[in-house]
């Protein structure tokens, strides 16, 4: 199985999925929730594959201004491969009015953000049944996921404490969720003491690109490697990291925000996409292969030398 590129074909194995599975795929896109505590209606949309299930499922935080209808080309990916993904629209979406110019509270934004989590790990059933697969997700075998800001939302369901208004820590830690996948995300920020990494201690994947600087919006940027730091600084004995050379922060716009970054890069976004397939696969499925593969592979000659694998 390959991949088209130029020059040398870049490799797939049985482990390393960076084409799509064999099963199609359904959407629920428009499923909706009334949530009473932060007044609002919040939007999900679950892709899921079109069989029998039940599947593991992930939660994915999508990332800032963007909306749960710009990650199809993960979601439908990780659904060929038998997983079923559950994106919620947080507050900070374009498509639900808000802009930098006329922002809602930080804090607003940040809380509902984790609201929107839990209010999800609650209410599975519920979700199940709107879209249509009552029954068919595996609830002891959940993944949270995001992308950049969504990131480290997902970050604090995996563990890492919250520094509240009056300087204390309080964890959003959620036992129910078994590992944690980090596209692009973030890294150390004066919001999040040293100390508070060691409690992120479930299974770990973070992903980045060498053309992703640690841009904030404020304060310093920092080097392309702060993206992973799911990967450099959480207490997980279970971690890996995938960079992909000169990849950027959207893949080319592929991913989050239509148009932003450079040229389209889907062969970035495949091996991406494929190395998180496998690490699902090793701690959702507990597929032994999948595991040693995480463990032992490398993925430069796999990847044309575009792609290379870290572990912990």
Not at 74 to 101: N, Q
Not at 159 to 167: H, S, W
Not at 233 to 242: C, D, L, Q
């Amino acid at each position: 199985m390959t991949i088209g590129t130029a020059g040398r074909a870049a490799q797939a194995t049985p482990e390393f999925k960076p084409q799509p599975g064999p099963l199609s795929i359904k959407s629920a896109a428009a499923i909706s929730f009334r949530v009473e505590d932060q007044a609002k209606d919040l939007q999900i949309r679950v892709t899921y594959p079109d069989g029998p299930g039940p599947w593991p499922a992930i939660i994915f935080s999508h990332g800032a201004m963007s909306s749960k209808d710009f990650y199809n080309r993960v979601a439908d990916h990780w659904a060929t491969h038998g997983y079923a993904t559950i994106l919620p629209t947080h507050l900070d979406s374009e498509s639900l009015g808000y802009s930098f110019k006329n922002p809602l509270p930080r804090e607003k934004v940040f809380f509902g953000r984790i609201g929107d989590m839990q209010f999800i790990l609650n209410h599975l059933d519920e979700i199940a049944g709107k879209a249509g697969i009552a029954g068919k997700i595996e609830k002891t075998k959940l993944a949270v996921a995001g992308h950049s800001f969504g990131g480290w939302t997902s970050l604090i369901l995996a563990g890492l404490p919250v520094k509240m208004p009056d300087g204390s820590l309080k964890s959003f830690a959620d036992s129910r969720i078994k590992a944690l996948v980090s596209y692009n995300g973030i890294g150390p920020m004066d919001e999040i003491p040293d100390a508070a990494w060691a409690k992120v201690a479930i299974p770990v994947f973070a992903a980045s690109g060498t053309n992703d600087p640690g841009a904030t919006g404020s304060g310093p940027v920092h080097p392309w490697r702060w993206r992973i730091g799911a990967y450099d600084y959480a207490g997980s004995k279970e971690k890996y990291a995938v960079s992909i050379t000169m990849g950027d922060h959207y893949y080319g716009g592929l991913i989050c925000r239509e148009g932003a970054g450079g040229k389209p890069d889907p062969e970035g976004l495949s091996f991406v996409n494929g190395s998180s397939t496998a690490f699902m696969d090793a701690y959702l499925k507990d597929d032994k292969s999948a595991k040693k593969f995480l463990r032992t592979a490398d993925l430069r000659p796999l990847t044309n030398d575009r792609a290379f694998l870290e572990r912990s």
